[in-house]
């Protein structure tokens, strides 16, 4: 059992993984900030359009 756990820290392709992963929820968090001010200042746009 405690072999199994020492090849899992030492094992450096289920890293790349995490990386991708937070990677990508990095990149959904600023384009979700992004779209939401931008949503924002649309609407006060069209406010006062309409």
Do not use: I
């Not at 990386?19 to 006060?44: I, K, M, P």
């Amino acid at each position: 059992m405690l072999r199994h756990l020492l090849q899992f820290f030492h094992d450096e392709d289920g890293l790349t993984v995490v990386e991708y992963v937070v990677s990508a929820a990095l990149l959904v968090a600023v384009l979700a900030a992004v779209f939401s001010t931008w949503g924002s200042v649309l609407l006060q746009e069209l406010a006062t359009v309409f």
